[in-house]
């Protein structure tokens, strides 16, 4: 990494942190360690720390760094915690969940072949191993369930039931849900012990739509 870039990376952590945007150490620390540029494509790696989305194939986009350390932080995140991350994109995210979690309790789904590709290679050139797995996102993955959290990267209409069917009882999803395909308000979602879902709402945001059966139609 280049060493201009190496200041806008600390220079954009910092405005994290006085934003209230980074709050725990732990997630100040994915941050550092993950290289976002490693996840972007050549004409946009000058840009990566640019609190922005920016556009990744497929017609998706990586998450401006603010919104996803709101979700880092709303989902509580700590080593040993399954994780199931709805939406791999370019594979950023997960590869931050992997530091705050551990590598091997994170599955990633992505219903899109080009980004199941290339979210794999990203992740394997950064030095991540994470399971990334082609799939309806709003259906879940049942073969890792139950998880203790469920986090996605794209606006849903609605929690979806299969989301809450493969929570562990006490585990967390945290969500862009809205009636608009593009504008939702970030829902943190936990389990009770009788299986009832108690929510609150966060910030709002703007997602690319999450497209699947119990989501948005393609």
């Known amino acids: ?124 050139r950064a030095g991540y191993k994470v399971e990334v797995v082609r799939g309806d996102g709003s259906l879940g993955h049942t073969a890792r369930a139950p998880y203790d959290r469920i986090v996605a990267t794209a606006g849903a209409p609605r929690l979806a039931s299969s989301w809450v069917e493969q929570l562990r009882i006490g585990g967390r999803i945290v969500a862009p849900i809205g009636g608009s395909a593009f504008r939702q308000v970030l829902v943190i979602a936990e389990k009770r012990p009788d299986g009832s879902i108690v929510r609150r709402e966060g910030v709002e945001c703007a997602f690319v739509p999450l497209v699947g059966k119990e989501a948005w139609r393609a």
């Open 1 to 124: 990494m280049g060493r201009d870039l190496a200041l806008e990376k600390r220079r954009r952590i910092d405005r994290l942190v006085a934003d209230g945007d980074v709050r725990t150490a732990a997630v100040r620390a994915a941050f550092e360690k993950v290289p976002r540029e490693l996840f972007l494509t050549e004409d946009l790696v000058s840009r990566a720390y640019a609190d922005t989305p920016l556009p990744i194939a497929a017609g998706q986009t990586i998450s401006a760094p603010s919104m996803i350390a709101i979700m880092l932080e709303e989902a509580a995140l700590v080593p040993g915690l399954n994780v199931l991350e709805i939406g791999a994109g370019s594979g950023y995210n997960a590869a931050l969940l992997a530091e705050l979690v551990g590598g091997e309790n994170v599955v990633s789904i992505e219903r899109h072949p080009e980004l199941v590709d290339l979210a794999k290679a990203n992740l394997q």
